[in-house]
């Protein structure tokens, strides 16, 4: 199977989004049962979430056996994203309460945590064929969407608005486990296989998840070709990060064709994009000490940018952003707002703009992602995990110390097993 392919490609055509079962396809006399399932279920450590600012060493039953179209995942590494971080803050939000329970897994909190992770195939499906292209041990990255295929969304190609919309991580559907847990259960259709020849490091694949969020941003874009183009990015922090590294994977930034400018006020953060070479030095802009707009106008012969990508959600910057766009540029927003977005009419009518919104990720973002990330089109990404700590100490030194130091951190990853923190 090629690297970077989900298990639905290799069985069906391209762009389809159905799965077809290898064991509907595939005689009796090429079936394996033994040794693809485990006949009992163990018990293994997890972080659950029970609230606000309450995640809980536990020791939980095992996944249960894989069911049809299931494989068991030993997890490597889960990654905190804002959406935990918000949710450890201020939740719940995403994550279902007793009362309202989740529409597909009919699971609400507790649960495990962690929606970013990346593993190796420890179980099969009773019945997986000897020659599927999954084999126990092969190094995986999940997709962790759950969505329905039915609802209107998911069925004109938005899975990422699905209705019924969901993640392992925060909306149960792991068999008990998620990417803070020992193990997992997924569907086959979840899993984007790695190579394990040593091309790739597995370490920092854990990243592809956060990187489909700019990939999809890109994408909602409307643009096929970015080469030559000129970008602003507002904010430099992961988001932001996702977006420059997309771009650069496209061909677009420093030392490439067109330009690409980012307006960030923090300094260590404005130090990764510096040090990763996302942007030159003359073309990253701190907005409390620059003019933003005068500065893009400067950069691009009067002209103006092309495109805006919001990464930050701010009035000022939204405000800097249109007006440094050319006539008839895009502002895309990737941003949540925690106040109404209102449009600068000023600028936005006088000038034609297009404003564009860009939300979460599907099915070819990641896809795309894993494939780039594969071919190299995403070197030197490692460098976005800030730090990599044991579940055990995910709250304290993880959570908290996002809470306290944000701006430090890009990425922090955990791990249940000794031997990634040590090797």
Same mark, same amino acid.
């Not at 890109?218 to 430099?236: E, H, K, M, Q, R």
């Given at each position: 199977m090629p690297s970077g392919k989900t298990l639905s490609e290799a069985m069906v055509d391209r762009g389809s989004l159905l799965y077809m079962s290898a064991i509907a396809t595939t005689s009796n006399t090429d079936l394996r049962v033994a040794s693809t399932r485990p006949t009992r279920v163990g018990k293994m450590k997890a972080a659950r979430y029970y609230g606000k600012r309450d995640i809980r060493i536990e020791t939980i039953p095992d996944p249960p056996p894989p069911g049809p179209n299931q494989v068991t995942i030993d997890v490597y590494w889960g990654g905190i994203c804002g959406t935990d971080l918000h949710e450890y803050t201020s939740g719940p939000f995403t994550i279902n309460t007793p009362d309202q329970p989740h529409s597909i897994t009919k699971e609400h909190l507790p649960v495990t945590f962690g929606h970013e992770f990346c593993g190796r195939i420890?179980?099969?499906?009773?019945?997986?064929?000897?020659?599927?292209?999954?084999?126990?041990?092969?190094?995986?990255?999940?997709?962790?969407?759950?969505?329905?295929?039915?609802?209107t969304a998911c069925t004109s190609g938005c899975d990422n608005m699905c209705a019924n919309w969901g993640y392992?991580?925060?909306?149960?559907?792991?068999?008990?486990?998620?990417?803070?847990?020992?193990?997992?259960?997924?569907?086959?259709? *979840?899993?984007?296989?790695?190579?394990?020849?040593?091309?790739?490091?597995l370490n920092s694949v854990v990243l592809c998840q956060p990187l489909t969020v700019g990939r999809h941003a890109?994408?909602?874009?409307?643009?096929?070709?970015?080469?030559?183009?000129?970008?602003?990015?507002?904010?430099?922090g992961p988001v932001g990060l996702a977006v420059l590294l997309n771009l650069r994977a496209k061909g677009v930034g420093a030392g490439l064709s067109g330009r690409v400018l980012v307006s960030e006020p923090t300094a260590k953060r404005s130090e990764m994009i510096r040090r990763l070479g996302l942007a030159g030095p003359a073309d990253l802009l701190d907005p409390m000490a620059s003019n933003v707009a005068e500065v893009c106008r400067a950069r691009t012969g009067g002209r103006g940018v092309d495109i805006v990508f919001d990464c930050a959600g701010a009035?000022?910057? *939204?405000?800097?952003? *249109?007006?440094?766009?050319?006539?008839?540029?895009?502002?895309?927003?990737?941003?949540?707002?925690?106040?109404?977005?209102?449009?600068?009419?000023?600028?936005?009518f006088y000038r034609e703009?297009?404003?564009?919104?860009? *939300?979460?990720?599907?099915?070819?973002?990641?896809?795309?992602?894993?494939?780039?990330?594969v071919a190299g089109k995403f070197a030197g990404a490692e460098a976005l995990i800030t730090r990599r700590l044991p579940v055990e100490d995910l709250a304290e030194k993880g959570l908290e110390e996002l809470v306290r130091n944000k701006d430090d951190h890009v990425k922090i990853v955990a791990t249940w097993r000794k031997d990634l923190l040590n090797p």
């Open positions: 420890s179980a099969l499906a009773s019945g997986y064929p000897a020659d599927g292209p999954l084999k126990l041990g092969t190094p995986i990255m999940v997709d962790p969407r759950i969505v329905c295929r039915k609802c392992i991580g925060l909306n149960g559907g792991g068999g008990g486990g998620a990417g803070f847990s020992e193990k997992v259960n997924v569907e086959m259709r *979840m899993c984007h296989v790695l190579p394990d020849d040593g091309s790739v490091d890109l994408s909602a874009s409307g643009i096929t070709d970015f080469a030559g183009l000129n970008v602003l990015v507002l904010g430099g009035e000022e910057g *939204m405000l800097a952003g *249109m007006e440094s766009l050319r006539l008839k540029g895009t502002y895309l927003n990737i941003a949540g707002w925690k106040q109404p977005f209102k449009v600068p009419m000023q600028f936005a703009l297009t404003i564009k919104f860009s *939300m979460g990720n599907n099915d070819d973002d990641y896809r795309e992602v894993v494939e780039d990330f």
